[in-house]
T-cell receptor, first 113, second 114 residues
Framework: GEDVEQSLFLSVREGDSSVINCTYT??????LYWYKQEPGAGLQLLTY???NMDMKQDQRLTVLLNKKDKHLSLRIADTQTGDSAIYFC?????????????WGLGTSLAVNP | DGGITQSPKYLFRKEGQNVTLSCEQN?????MYWYRQDPGQGLRLIYY???????QKGDIAEGYSVSREKKESFPLTVTSAQKNPTAFYLC?????????????FGEGSRLTVL
């Protein structure tokens, strides 16, 4: 079946790197996403990676994709207190002519000063 | 500025009452979505609409209804048939021409049933 799994909590010290991991089951995904949700707010797309890529870097963010192991990770360098949020992994599957998103439960990142 | 506006941000309802949550977008997006978010359960899709005057049930549509009479608007009604309506509701939209399928979210509406 279709499933996306993430660990629920991560705690890091300010200035350290954070690594949030995600595993998925459906190998036919086209895009994989990381969304960020700050408390009491909606989600914002943080970054994404196309399924034929291995890595994508965008400033402090590095996304690694291991298709063989169906594993996606998000690394945040020099983590700041403003990075404290819930991070959702999601994969996009083609279902006929439509795109279907499968969401993880979210990883709550706490950054300690 | 373009975006999605949800209202109200907070809503209290007595048991047995229907309530309608508003979602408006000025992004000229064809597709719109309603999600429900509960602690520890991530996002669950209630209804979605790919085009005006058409919508489909998501994974947890029971007790909810929607309409899509205008491209900009996708209101969600939480009916009295919804057994556990207290939750955070998120509306989102996406453009049919988007290569990546990125979703744009509103700020959410928190519904509490008293």
């Amino acid at each position: 079946g279709e499933d996306v799994e993430q660990s629920l909590f991560l705690s890091v010290r300010e200035g350290d790197s954070s690594v949030i991991n995600c595993t998925y089951t459906d190998s036919s995904s086209t895009y994989l996403y990381w969304y960020k949700q700050e408390p009491g707010a909606g989600l914002q797309l943080l970054t994404y990676i196309f399924s034929n890529m291995d890595m994508k870097q965008d400033q402090r963010l590095t996304v690694l994709l291991n298709k063989k192991d169906k594993h996606l990770s998000l690394r945040i360098a020099d983590t700041q207190t403003g990075d404290s949020a819930i991070y959702f992994c999601a994969e996009s599957l083609l279902a006929g002519n439509n795109r279907k998103l499968i969401w993880g439960l979210g990883t709550s990142l706490a950054v300690n000063p | 500025d373009g975006g999605i506006t949800q209202s109200p941000k907070y809503l209290f309802r007595k048991e047995g009452q229907n309530v309608t949550l508003s979602c408006e977008q000025n992004l000229n997006h064809d597709a719109m979505y309603w999600y429900r978010q509960d602690p520890g359960q991530g996002l669950r899709l209630i209804y979605y609409s790919q085009i005006v005057n058409d919508f489909q049930k998501g994974d947890i549509a029971e007790g909810y209804s929607v309409s899509r009479e205008k491209k900009e608007s996708f209101p969600l009604t939480v009916t009295s048939a919804q057994k556990n309506p207290t939750a955070f509701y998120l509306c989102a939209s996406s453009g049919s021409g988007s290569r990546t399928g990125e979703l744009f979210f509103g700020e959410g509406s928190r519904l509490t049933v008293l």
